[in-house]
């Protein structure tokens, strides 16, 4: 069984930062894509930002040049650096990855951001 355990979340003050984890575990044969998607209260599931295995990213534009995604691929792990949080950055968000060719997601951390 693979899995995604995603950390970091919490609740911040706006204009301040937060670091997202998201390791993958289990018997692990293959690592495509990793992401971030986020969920506001009452809204969809968008993404935020994905990385491929050769590090190449894309990140919605609401977030260019606030958050940085990254991966580790010696750790299994991606990270989601967030900078200059608003109120609106307000979700549950949820780590995403191809895992041995199956799509897997966590379970999802809660950030919110206070104004």
């Known amino acids: 069984q693979v899995q995604l355990v995603e950390s970091g979340g919490g609740l911040v003050q706006a204009g301040g930062s937060l670091r997202l984890s998201c390791a993958a575990s289990?018997?692990?044969?293959?690592?495509?894509?990793m992401g971030w998607y986020r969920q506001a209260p009452g809204k969809q599931r968008d993404v935020v930002a994905t990385i491929s295995p050769a590090g190449r990213i894309n990140s919605a534009d609401s977030v260019k040049g606030r958050f940085t995604i990254s991966r580790d691929n010696g750790k299994n792990t991606v990270y989601l650096e967030m900078n200059n949080l608003k109120a609106e950055d307000t979700a549950v968000y949820y780590c995403?990855?191809?895992?041995?060719?199956?799509?897997?997601w966590g379970k999802g951390t809660l950030v919110t951001v206070s104004s």
């Open positions: 289990g018997r692990l044969f293959s690592i495509g894509a």
């Open positions: 995403n990855a191809y895992l041995n060719l199956m799509n897997v």
